[in-house]
């Protein structure tokens, strides 16, 4: 695993590693993590269940549907967080 490799070496005096902070990487892929649950996957499902075979303008009319439903979640997302952080707290 990549923080085994980059941890510093207990046997070299002054040992510094492989010099990447894990802590960062982690934070960025849980960040990445919640982008995609949070907007990418929820507009891309709502995209295709806005489409209607029957209309002439092609994908064009799904797009604002599609970020419609997707703000309403992320407001629904954040009220129960909000909710939730100042009733039970941290």
Known sequence: ??????????????????????ALV?????LAIIVMVLLVIPFCIFYY??????????????????IGYSLVLCVIFVAILCALWFTVGY
Not at 1 to 22: K, T
Not at 26 to 30: D, K, R
Request: proline letters at 9%; a negative charge; glycine letters at 16%.
């Open 49 to 66: 269940e806005a489409m209607d075979p029957d209309a002439k303008c092609g994908g064009l009319g799904q797009i604002p549907a599609a």
């Open 26 to 30: 982690w934070q960025i892929c849980l």
């Open 1 to 22: 695993p990549l923080d085994v490799a980059n941890r510093a070496d207990p046997d070299i005096l002054g040992s510094l590693g492989g010099g990447i902070d894990l």
